[in-house]
C-alpha cells in the first residue's frame, strides 16, 4: 500500500497494518497516531522512536507472535506468512543445521527464559546460526537489549515492505 492511502486509513485498519509487523498494541497506536506521514522515511522514524517506548513486558509479550528460528510457523494469518519468507534462508532439508538450531534454541531459552529472536530476513541458516552461538555468549543485560533491536529491525522492515512510497 502507497504512504498515502497508510496516512487516510481509518484508524482500527491503520492499527492493524502496524501490529502485523509487531504485535505491541502500544505501538501500533503511538504509530497510527503520528499520521499522516507523507513518506515512508517519516513512517519508519515514527515507528523506531515509538519502539524506543517499548516496555520489558511488551517486547515479552510480543516475542510469543515468533516462531523459533528453524522451525515454520504454525497458522496462516499475516504473521506466519511474514516469519515463513523471513526464514527462507534456513533450508528444512538439512537435518544437521535443523538439529544445531533446535538445540541452540533450547539452550537460549534456558538461559533467556524467552526465544531466540533474529532478523532472519536475508540471512543463511548458517548465518543465524552463528549469531545464536555468539549470543548465547551475553550476558542478560546485553541480550535484552539486542533482543529489543532485533524486534525493532524486524517490525521496521516489515513495515517498510508493507508501505511503499
Known sequence: ??????????????????????????????????????????????AREQAGTW?????????ADHPR????????????????????????????????????????EERFGHIYLVRAAGRTGAELLELLEQRLTNDPGTERAVTREQLTEIALLRLEGLVTP
Open 1 to 46: 500500500m502507497r504512504i498515502a492511502e497508510f496516512d487516510t486509513l481509518a484508524a482500527e485498519e491503520a492499527a492493524a497494518l502496524v501490529r502485523s509487523c509487531a504485535d505491541i498494541p502500544s505501538f501500533a497506536t503511538g504509530v497510527t497516531d503520528g499520521r499522516p506521514y507523507g513518506s515512508v522515511g517519516a513512517l519508519l522514524t515514527a
Open 55 to 63: 516496555t520489558d513486558a511488551e517486547v515479552q509479550a510480543a516475542l
Open 69 to 108: 528460528i528453524g522451525e515454520r510457523p504454525a497458522g496462516h494469518g499475516a504473521g506466519a506468512g511474514l516469519s515463513d519468507r523471513e526464514q527462507a534462508g534456513v533450508d528444512p532439508a538439512d537435518a544437521e543445521l535443523q538439529r544445531r538450531l533446535a538445540d541452540g534454541n533450547r539452550r537460549y
